[in-house]
């Protein structure tokens, strides 16, 4: 990281930027290190970045593409980009792509979701378009039936399928039952979302020639998070020096943690967006550095990613965990956690996605993965026996049947049904 540079873009946000003024009004006028700089609150930052009348960028919506992001607070906001951000940005991610495994010649089915102002179909077409080696892109999208989807591929040899965990698991599925084989298939770039081992053993099934691979971290909101690390796991990532600076911060002192192994959460500064600065910007993730290598960090998943029911709190590792401790056979290749509530009291289930053709045994599975899931979390029982909330259950489902996200595709880990009226 330049000093120079990350000193500059304070300045210029201080100078130009009514939010990044007043957040940093109490500061001497020369601060030029992170660690001085408060971390942004993203409610703040989002209620002062509206459009029209947006207090975080620093001129005018002149010459820019906006983008529709959930951020991490669930509701869509709106992410600018001038031409040349968007330059740097889809190069430096471009570059990436071969660290995740992009070769030469490669065929590319992008699968990620476009329209409705979403960046994702856009944004990996064109990080392969500047990508530092030829290769062929196939634009087809997430939305495309995978009816039509499976002899496109099948017929242009597509070597590499890019999409959500969700996207790519919903056309295995339909792979497998339809018996099609799609043999060129030699590697699965994912994105967006994180990949659970009940999912990889469906995509294994489907593409048995294929290898699972990150397409590489980033965010429409955050920027440049991160770049693959070949390897055994996927979830481990480098920062795109010089592009962004990572920080993982201590959860209860938000100190910035330097050893590894130790859990903190993800915050994010860019060193080249200056219409809409980002800077100490909570990415949404925890992570933890591994010691392997400069700026290698393991994501450990989102950091609001759980749920309330009753006076239970429950995250979806705690069922993932809990799944893939009673699923010895793998037979569960997706999972969702829908709260409902009636009678008065909030209730849990467990929808649980079947491998294709799977039937046998599934009642003593539902009983073990519950069972795992009350010993992860004794309150929950406890609460069902003091009437407080309803016993968990289970629903058996198709994957195509798990809820996803109608403008992104992702996977709705959490649904929560309740009447908010």
């Not at 006028?29 to 992170?34: A, I, K, M």
Request: glycine share 10%.
């Amino acid at each position: 990281m330049s000093a120079q540079q990350l000193s500059d873009l304070i300045r210029f946000a201080r100078h130009n930027s009514p939010f990044y003024q007043e957040l940093y009004a109490s500061l001497p006028p020369g601060v030029d290190r992170l660690t001085d700089l408060p971390v942004v609150d993203q409610q703040e930052f989002w209620a002062a970045n509206t459009l029209p009348g947006s207090r975080v960028l620093t001129g005018p919506l002149g010459e820019a593409t906006v983008y529709k992001t959930g951020g991490t607070t669930g509701s869509p906001k709106f992410s600018v980009y001038t031409r040349d951000e968007w330059r740097t940005f889809v190069t430096a991610f471009g570059q990436g792509l071969v660290d995740a495994g992009l070769r030469p010649g490669h065929r590319v089915a992008d699968l990620f979701y476009a329209g409705e102002l979403y960046a994702s179909f856009l944004f990996v077409l064109d990080s392969l378009a500047h990508a530092p080696v030829d290769n062929v892109r196939l634009p087809i999208g997430g939305g495309a039936p995978p009816e039509s989807t499976i002899p496109t591929l099948r017929d242009l040899s597509a070597q590499v399928l890019a999409g959500t965990p969700t996207t790519l698991c919903r056309l295995a599925e339909q792979v497998v039952s339809s018996g099609v084989r799609l043999d060129s298939v030699e590697l699965l770039l994912f994105g967006g979302e994180a990949l659970f081992d009940d999912q990889r053993r469906l995509l294994a099934t489907a593409f048995p020639g294929a290898e699972a691979r990150s397409v590489g971290y980033a965010s429409v909101d955050a920027g440049l998070l991160g770049r693959p690390v070949p390897g055994p796991d996927a979830r481990v990532h480098r920062a795109f020096t010089p592009y962004s600076v990572v920080e993982i911060l201590d959860d209860s002192t938000g100190e910035p943690v330097t050893e590894p192994g130790r859990p903190g959460r993800v915050v994010v500064t860019s060193l080249f967006r200056r219409l809409m600065p980002i800077i100490r910007y909570p990415a949404g993730d925890r992570a933890e550095w591994t010691g392997t290598g400069p700026g290698h960090f393991r994501i450990l998943g989102r950091a609001e990613e759980g749920v309330r029911v009753g006076p239970v709190s429950l995250y979806t590792q705690d069922a993932q965990d809990a799944v893939a401790a009673a699923d010895t056979a793998g037979d569960v290749v997706g999972m969702q956690l829908v709260v409902r509530r009636w009678d008065g009291r909030d209730g849990l289930v467990l929808r649980l996605a079947a491998a294709p053709g799977e039937r046998h045994g599934r009642e003593e599975l539902a009983g073990a993965v519950v069972a795992e899931l009350e010993n992860v979390r004794p309150l929950y029982p406890d609460s069902v026996r003091a009437g407080f909330v309803h016993p968990l259950s289970v629903e058996w489902v198709r994957h195509r049947d798990l809820a996803v996200n109608p403008r992104s595709g992702k996977l709705v880990r959490v649904l929560d049904e309740r009447p908010t009226a």
